[in-house]
């Protein structure tokens, strides 16, 4: 670039361009692919990965009643984990991949109920008619999660009138028949539920409708810190 000011001297500034003559790297859209067979008149929802990456949980109604299915992902097979007439719903797996943990509707509100993934073992985890209190008819159990260690269990409850974040503390010793201990994360007059948590298992994650709308908040597991995202 060259310039010519008034008095008649030239300045020549100099600007190097590099052509990079690499093609652009093709991008192409994903392919989904279908793990289930389509059929109208059945349902599959609620999926999750095994931690081990072999398997997919699911709930379906394909066997008459909403029961709790595995998928292998190695032999491309299911297999029917609950069989009763029980609605079960929201499965969870273990983090070693050998146990779920779900939701059942069984005539006394939502239970929390666990089958290893044999279909072997297969029993309630907390026996909600516990936690009944005054005029409180039902109580329900919600929406569970593993810890990523196992050690611990978050969940919704209603046990005070609407859903609530919940932990039990000692999930991996109640399996091996220890009371439950459990304690309440949030307080509010709305409906909190479907928790997830931290990698290092300090903090989850949940929806809430106490806005108005459903929103995504976060808390510490000792129930501090709560804020929206």
């Not at 292998?72 to 983090?95: F, G, V, Y």
């Not at 089958?115 to 329900?140: C, E, F, H, M, T």
């Not at 709305?190 to 928790?195: A, F, R």
Request: negative net charge.
């Amino acid at each position: 670039l060259t310039a010519i000011d008034e008095a008649g001297v030239r300045s020549t500034t100099q600007i190097p361009l590099v052509i990079d003559n690499t093609p652009p790297l093709p991008l192409t859209r994903g392919e989904g692919k279908g793990l289930i067979d389509e059929n109208l008149e059945v349902s599959y929802r609620a999926p999750v990965w095994s931690p081990d990456g072999k398997k997919i949980a699911f709930s379906s109604n394909e066997g008459g009643s909403e029961a709790i299915w595995i998928l292998d992902l190695q032999t491309n097979t299911r297999q029917r984990l609950t069989r009763d007439a029980a609605i079960n719903l929201n499965p969870s797996w273990h983090p070693d991949s050998e146990r779920l943990i779900f939701q059942s509707q069984r005539g006394n509100g939502w239970e929390l109920w666990t089958v290893r993934s044999d279909g072997s073992d297969y029993r309630p985890l907390i026996d909600n008619r516990q936690y009944l209190a005054g005029s409180v008819p039902i109580v329900n159990f919600v929406t569970p999660a593993w810890s990523p260690t196992g050690r611990q269990l978050a969940f919704a409850a209603d046990i005070d009138g609407d859903l609530e974040i919940w932990v039990m503390r000692n999930a991996n010793d109640v399996l091996a028949g220890a009371t439950p201990d459990l304690l309440q994360l949030t307080r509010n007059t709305h409906q909190d539920l479907y928790p997830t948590w931290s990698p290092d298992e300090t903090q989850l994650a949940f929806q809430s409708d106490r806005t108005g709308n459903w929103d995504i908040w976060q808390l510490n597991i000792d129930g501090s810190d709560e804020k929206p995202t």
